[in-house]
């Protein structure tokens, strides 16, 4: 089965810009795989922040956008706050009905 | 205003069958396009997508899963089941459903989930 990968881990400087990724352990993440993400905080429920590679949801600030780089999707989030310190999880479609949730990546803003 | 809320046991026995409920409101799951899916996330782990039932009453399952899961729906009663059989221990997470966007097939709403425990 095919594994979707996030780096475990990324840390930023408050005011900096970090770009997430997300990965098939086999093959190219493209358009067609409907990347989305989605970010949560401890104890809190997921929120969406991208669908469709790089639709931002509604409300979502425009410091954060999604993109395909080389063969992965990406989520950037430009002038990092202290408040985007969160897990975010990536989502890929895989066809005939299934989703699939990457492993999360622990941002932390310091 | 579209809401869900997933309602059910907090705790079970091993080897016991989980069923949850979502109750959902703003959207009806006749609409074409409509989907809705159940998700898990184990404490401190990562999200895990279950299955997901759509407008027309088509259902998918996790792969991993699939012989163990059952999603159903009752349009009159806004309202989707799953159920889950022979629960153990490492099933113990936060079960939420969410509906999916038409053409994104993201999870748009999310429900505010519900802990359910798998403990003797």
């Known amino acids: 089965q095919t594994v979707v990968t996030q780096e475990a881990s990324f840390s930023v400087s408050p005011g900096g810009t970090v770009t997430l990724t997300c990965g098939l352990s086999?093959?190219?993440?493209?358009?067609?795989?409907?990347p989305s993400w989605y970010q949560q905080t401890p104890g809190q429920t997921p929120r969406t922040l991208i669908h469709s590679t790089n639709t931002r949801s509604s409300g979502v600030p425009d410091r954060f956008s999604g993109s395909i780089l080389g063969n992965k999707a990406a989520l950037t989030i430009t002038g990092a706050q202290a408040d985007d310190e969160s897990d975010y999880y990536c989502?890929?479609?895989?066809?005939?009905?299934?989703?699939?949730f990457g492993g999360g990546t622990k941002l932390t803003v310091l | 205003q579209v809401t869900l809320k997933e309602s059910g046991p907090a705790l079970l026995n091993p080897t016991q069958t989980l069923t949850l409920t979502c109750s959902f409101s703003?959207?009806?799951?006749?609409?074409?396009?409509?989907?809705v899916s159940w998700i898990r996330q184990p404490p401190g782990k990562a999200l895990e997508w279950l299955g997901r039932?759509?407008?027309?009453?088509?259902?998918f399952y996790s792969t991993s899963l699939k012989t163990r899961l059952t999603i159903s729906k009752d349009t009159s009663k806004n309202q989707l089941v799953l159920t889950m059989t022979n629960m153990d221990p490492v099933d113990t997470a936060t079960y939420y459903c969410a509906r999916m966007g038409s053409a994104s097939l993201a999870f748009d709403i999310w429900g505010q989930g519900t802990m359910v425990t798998v403990s003797s």
């Open positions: 989502v890929l479609y895989m066809g005939r009905g299934i989703s699939v």
């Open positions: 703003g959207f009806s799951l006749t609409t074409s396009g409509v989907r």
């Open positions: 039932i759509d407008w027309d009453d088509v259902k």
């Open positions: 086999s093959g190219s993440v493209s358009t067609s795989h409907y």
